[in-house]
């Protein structure tokens, strides 16, 4: 089930279902240690006398409408049952600069007569991702029920407080059911642990009464005994109100224009940047996606790591839209983790350590290769010159200069045919095939020019020549070896020859190897869109003819090359607007916009693909590189539009 909600501060990341249900909870990095991990803290209702005593969670006999509040991380999530004459209204956010989840929960009773409610939460926590030690115990000078082990304590309360609990062994509470009304009042247990609290309410008919929930993360006791004070001192509905004012002031400190596009395109715009911000961790990493789920179909892995190339994208979203304090932060991150070589690996943890991968460090031979796709080591050293041109602090960018641009700079010019100039094989951007990437070729290109800007503001005038030729050479070897005369359009790849019609593709323009409207590049992307061109109901681009990833079975590849992507559909976008030369070239890009927002989910998040024939989100949600990929086509829809508006 995707995620349609998510709420953190950058340590502490809360991701829920559309039952209400808590299915991840990282702390203290985000994308690091999920101690829900994609089990069910679930809310349920008992109302006495209406279902015989059984707790009704909330779930397929509910009927809800999700959302967050304008221009915030505070969801704002309806929720109705018409056989217990219940309406519950859950606000949910953590708040930014405490690790602390608070929820609101308003209860309106909808019959005609009064009644006895209980609301019940079940905690289905591993902490560490491993049950093996953990403790959960109500600790009755907090009036509070935690569960710790080493490290990690969460705190659980309410207000007014709850009036009964329950911790127990797992094997007794499968996926976090709830049971029963009445609890145990058990107020220990070691191991597997799941616990339980419950909130009696009196309502009379058509009365609305709030109860206030939430869960403090911490390292030690005296931090969760501290947030839990805060909380009780504060008032809940205060902290609230804070949080939200935080959020819409964070989101609104600048007033971006947005020219002539619709009202959702601008809402979909500011929630898309705090879609991002809740998935950088306050460390420097920008994770790719925080979602649980994918783990079923990912051999028991995930997307919860930094990857360069994600990274580099979205860090140049958030240095366009002046977020540039964030994107300084995740390069400081970055300077420890450039090998010796000059090369980023394929992915890292929150952490800084190294992160899983499945690239061989041996060929099919035998032979030793790098198990690296150049184009994240090419897309930092792009990034990194963005964030300089926009920030304009070269004293911050000194120590990044020695230990990521030069390391990086040479390695791209060394590791090179000296036949064709081009990069050696590497992995694809997609980490699929091993190859000479049309793709990856214009990247590095971009990435040495970039390099040799650098040297230029140095003065270090020989290595700006050197990265300069090489990147000419390159540039030459993408014309002469990658673009094929017969075909009239790129490559995908040579060493092997790949003809396969790929969106990356537009790297070659996306990356000023050539410009938007020559022939070629112009050949290139009308196959692209004539091709990968989903031809349902739900439309957008495929990544490349006949992907495979999350495949919906049709094996009518002219219909279905592929699943939509939204990053794909938004490159299309993007050449659009480059090409553009008046207003009217704008229409594509505006529809591109449109389809994206529609095609959002209710809560406006972006998932990495979608179902092509009923269009619902396939894969990880929220995926922040797709979050960041709209961010940029809207900035570069409006400063096209404006600059044609002038002429």
């Not at 090369?343 to 350590?353: A, D, E, I, S, V």
């Not at 041996?362 to 010159?385: C, F, K, Y």
């Not at 036949?419 to 050696?424: A, F, H, I, N």
Request: hydrophobic share 40%; glycine share 6%.
């Amino acid at each position: 089930m995707p995620k349609p909600l998510v709420v953190g501060n950058g340590s502490l990341l809360v991701n829920l279902d559309r039952n209400a249900s808590i299915r991840d909870m990282y702390f203290p990095h985000v994308g690091d240690e999920n101690h829900v991990n994609g089990h069910h803290c679930r809310v349920g209702v008992m109302v006495e006398g209406k279902n015989l005593d059984l707790v009704s969670q909330i779930g397929d006999d509910w009927s809800c409408k999700l959302g967050y509040k304008k221009d915030t991380l505070v969801t704002d999530s309806w929720y109705r049952n018409d056989l217990l004459d219940i309406d519950l209204r859950l606000n949910e956010c953590v708040h930014p600069f405490e690790n602390v989840f608070i929820r609101k929960i308003a209860i309106k009773n909808t019959d005609t007569k009064d009644v006895e409610m209980n609301l019940l939460f079940s905690h289905d926590i591993t902490l560490y991702e491993n049950p093996i030690g953990d403790t959960g115990v109500y600790d009755p000078a907090v009036q509070s029920i935690i569960h710790y082990k080493r490290s990690r304590y969460f705190l659980i309360n309410g207000s007014p407080h709850f009036d009964q609990y329950d911790i127990c062994p797992k094997e007794e509470s499968e996926c976090g059911l709830i049971r029963s009304a009445e609890l145990n009042m058990n107020s220990i247990q070691i191991g597997a642990v799941n616990s339980f609290v419950r909130f009696s309410q009196h309502l009379a008919a058509g009365e609305t009464k709030t109860v206030y929930y939430w869960i403090a993360a911490g390292k030690t006791f005296s931090d969760v005994k501290r947030l839990n004070e805060m909380v009780l001192e504060k008032i809940p509905e205060r902290m609230m109100a804070k949080v939200e004012q935080y959020g819409h002031s964070w989101v609104n400190k600048e007033k971006y224009d947005f020219f002539d596009l619709p009202t959702n395109v601008a809402d979909l715009f500011k929630h898309s940047l705090l879609i991002i911000r809740s998935q950088i961790d306050n460390d420097g990493a920008i994770i790719a996606a925080n979602d649980s789920d994918i783990l079923e179909r990912f051999n028991m892995d995930s997307y919860s790591y930094m990857w360069p190339r994600d990274s580099a994208f979205i860090a140049m979203s958030l240095d366009m839209t002046r977020y540039s304090g964030i994107v300084h932060t995740f390069f400081e991150y970055c300077k420890d983790l450039i090998s010796e070589h000059g090369y980023f690996l394929q992915k890292y943890n929150p952490t800084g350590t190294l992160a899983s991968g499945w690239m061989p460090w041996l060929n099919l031979e035998g032979q030793a290769q790098l198990p690296i796709q150049e184009d994240s080591t090419a897309l930092i050293v792009v990034a990194l010159w963005n964030h300089y041109k926009t920030a304009g602090f070269i004293t911050t960018i000194d120590p990044l200069y020695e230990s990521i641009v030069k390391p990086a700079a040479e390695f791209m010019t060394r590791y090179r045919d000296p036949d064709t100039g081009l990069p050696k094989p590497s992995y694809n951007l997609w980490e699929e095939n091993r190859a000479v990437h049309t793709y990856t070729s214009s990247t590095v290109y971009a990435g040495l020019r970039c390099a040799a800007k650098f040297a230029e503001l140095y003065g270090d005038d020989d290595l700006a020549i050197k990265y300069s030729t090489a990147a000419m050479e390159i540039k030459v070897g993408i014309e002469t070896h990658l673009y094929d005369e017969k075909l009239g359009r790129f490559l995908r790849s040579i060493n092997p020859r790949d003809e396969t019609i790929d969106a990356s593709l537009y790297a070659v323009s996306q990356f000023n190897v050539l410009p938007p409207d020559d022939s070629r590049v112009v050949n290139t992307m009308e196959a692209i869109e004539s091709k990968l061109s989903v031809k349902t109901d739900v439309g957008g681009i495929a990544r490349f003819y006949n992907d495979a990833y999350h495949q919906v079975e049709l094996n009518d590849f002219e219909t279905v090359p592929g699943n939509p992507w939204y990053i794909c559909t938004l490159w299309v976008a993007q050449w659009h607007i480059q090409k553009a030369k008046s207003i009217n070239d704008l229409q594509k890009p505006r529809e591109i916009l449109d389809w994206v927002t529609e095609h959002a989910t209710e809560t406006g998040i972006l998932a990495e693909q979608l179902n092509p024939f009923d269009g619902s989100p396939l894969s990880v949600s929220p995926l922040t590189w797709a979050h960041a990929t709209f961010v940029v086509t809207v900035m570069a829809f409006v400063e096209k539009a404006r600059s044609l508006e002038k002429e």
